[in-house]
Every structure is written in C-alpha cells, then in structure tokens.
C-alpha cells in the first residue's frame, strides 16, 4: 500500500539520502498517485514535505506520475502552478498509446519537464513479450494486439524493443525518454 503522508514521504526521502550516501536526490517523484483513495494527501501532506525537503536543500526537483493521464493533469491542476517540475508519464507514448499527445500542450504550459517513460509499453513491446505482469494496465484489446507485433516481428526477424525505442525517440516534445 502507498502511504503518501507527511511522516511517511519525510522517512523515504532521509532513507534513500542515507542508502545512497549523498546530500541531496536531482528528482523525487511522487509515483503511481492514482492509488490514493484522494489527491489531497498528495496534494495536502506529500507535496508540502517535498517542498520543505526542496527548502532544506535535500531534494531539487519534485515530480509527479501516473499511468492514468487524467489524475495527472488533474493533481497537477490542484497543485497549482510552480509546484511540481517534472512529469513522468509510462506507457503513453508507444506503438500502441500515443495519448501523450493530448496532454503534453497542458504539461509544458505548465513548465514541466516532460519524461517519457516506458516506451516499451511497460513489457508489451519487447521480444516474446516476456515479463508482462497479469496486473498490466492495459485493456485486454491492447495486450492481443502487441502479441501480435511481437509475432510478426520475430517472424520478420526484427527487434520488437528497438523499432518501439526509435518510434518513440521521434517524438521531440518530452524532455527525456526512459
């Protein structure tokens, strides 16, 4: 379960500084917040301690991610402007979901830094399809229909994983792909 309380994203920040060994962490998302019963302890307890932790010289830049491009948008919204500086946005723009698209205008207005994450559709778009997790978020239309490519792909002898990474790479709106 995600605990996203005050207490609770204080402790994980002064865990990973002392597992790392550093002083301070470049990015700290705030990851996979469509698990909150409510945005408001995103919004009211996470997101207060990050920029206390941003103050304290401990964190630089604080982020925000989601499969659902809709709670971004929206806690991003509820924030308000200057909150956050990084977006990771997984599985949303690939061979198979280019709903990037139609939220990268709002998140650029908005400042961010727009990261671009699993371009490989989160294991759908890799040889074989190995890995992919029962849990996988993607409809069932979706799943079918990647199998497919990765047949077609390994008949034509041709690297599933690579052809989603240069058809992603082409987009040049985000700031980085991972």
Known sequence: MFDYS???TRESVE?????????????IQIHDIEFVPTLDMI?????PTLEQLKKEG????????AY??????ECISGAGPGRFDTVLCYGRYTLLDESLRDYIGFFKDQGLAVICASVHGIGLLSRGMKGILPTHPAPQEIK????KAADICEEADVELGKLAMYYAAQYKEPSIFL
């Open 58 to 65: 401990k964190i630089r830049n604080i982020g925000v991610s």
């Open 43 to 47: 919004l009211n307890e996470a997101l």
């Open 15 to 27: 865990k990973s500084l002392k597992l790392l060994g550093v002083d301070y962490i470049d990015v």
């Open 6 to 8: 005050a207490k609770k």
């Open 144 to 147: 079918d229909f990647a199998k």
């Open 68 to 73: 659902p491009m809709d709670i971004l948008k």
